[in-house]
């Protein structure tokens, strides 16, 4: 059983939703901007959050880690609505993920 404390760098925001956690105790999930718009976190074991866009997204949104700590999800930008992969080494790749 795990307790989530989210940590005052995300209560500045509308809202905090987590929505995985992994074996390391790696935490995703999105967060409401001041302006509305979803955005990705990781949250460290040590509880440091680590902020995330899809380039050029207007909307990022994690659903899933593994335990090698990939982040899957999905994200829209003006074309329309696609899903990412995110790596550890923060690079996304997936179906029309911006290079």
């Known amino acids: 059983m795990y307790s ?13 939703h987590p929505y ?6 790696q935490i995703t999930g999105a967060y409401f901007d ?4 979803n955005r990705g976190f990781l949250r ?4 440091t959050c680590t ?17 090698m700590g990939q982040i899957t999800g999905y994200y829209e930008d003006a074309s329309g609505i696609h ?11 997936g179906c029309c993920c911006p290079k």
């Open 20 to 25: 995985a956690i992994n074996p390391a105790g």
């Open 51 to 67: 902020f995330f866009d899809v380039p050029d997204s207007s909307s990022t949104q994690p659903t899933a880690m593994n335990p």
């Open 44 to 47: 460290a074991r040590d509880g």
């Open 83 to 93: 899903g990412f992969l995110r790596a550890p080494d923060k690079a996304f790749s």
């Open 4 to 16: 989530i404390r989210i940590g005052a760098s995300l209560r500045q925001y509308r809202a905090t």
């Open 34 to 37: 001041l302006d509305g718009l």
